[in-house]
């Protein structure tokens, strides 16, 4: 079992930057690949970044590569999201995953995660 507590979301203006913080209580966290998933109100969640589970690989969607970096930190058993150049269209609840199954090829599909977080809200005011 693996909890995940998601911080760092708040308010900020088109533009800025913002550090997503998810803390996970396992003691095998170097065993899980991490991911980052979004929902916006009144729509579905979906697959922001994701991380393999020694770092070295990462994964993003179209519409937030070059803007947001995934990083890892398995002493810490801890995973980040650096936001940066925010888009009021990034405005979201974020929520952060692991699983230690799941694929490369499907690292974008949020079912095949086991654990997921509470979500932090990201609001993009412009």
């Known amino acids: 079992q693996v909890q995940l507590v998601e911080s760092g979301g708040g308010l900020v203006h088109t533009g800025a930057s913002l550090r997503l913080s998810c803390a996970a209580s396992?003691?095998?966290?170097?065993?899980?690949?991490m991911g980052w998933f979004r929902q916006a109100a009144g729509k579905e969640r979906e697959f922001v970044a994701a991380?393999?589970?020694?770092?070295?690989?990462?994964f993003y969607a179209d519409s937030v590569k070059g803007r947001f970096t995934i990083s890892r930190d398995n002493a810490k058993s801890a995973l980040y999201l650096q936001m940066s150049n925010l888009q009021p269209e990034d405005t979201a609840i974020y929520y952060c995953?692991?699983?230690?199954?799941?694929?490369?090829?499907?690292?974008?599909?949020?079912?095949?995660?086991?654990?997921w977080g509470q979500g932090t809200q990201v609001t993009v005011s412009s």
């Open positions: 995953a692991a699983d230690e199954t799941v694929t490369m090829a499907h690292i974008p599909r949020l079912y095949e995660y086991d654990y």
């Open positions: 396992t003691g095998t966290f170097n065993k899980y690949v």
């Open positions: 991380i393999s589970w020694s770092g070295t690989s990462s």
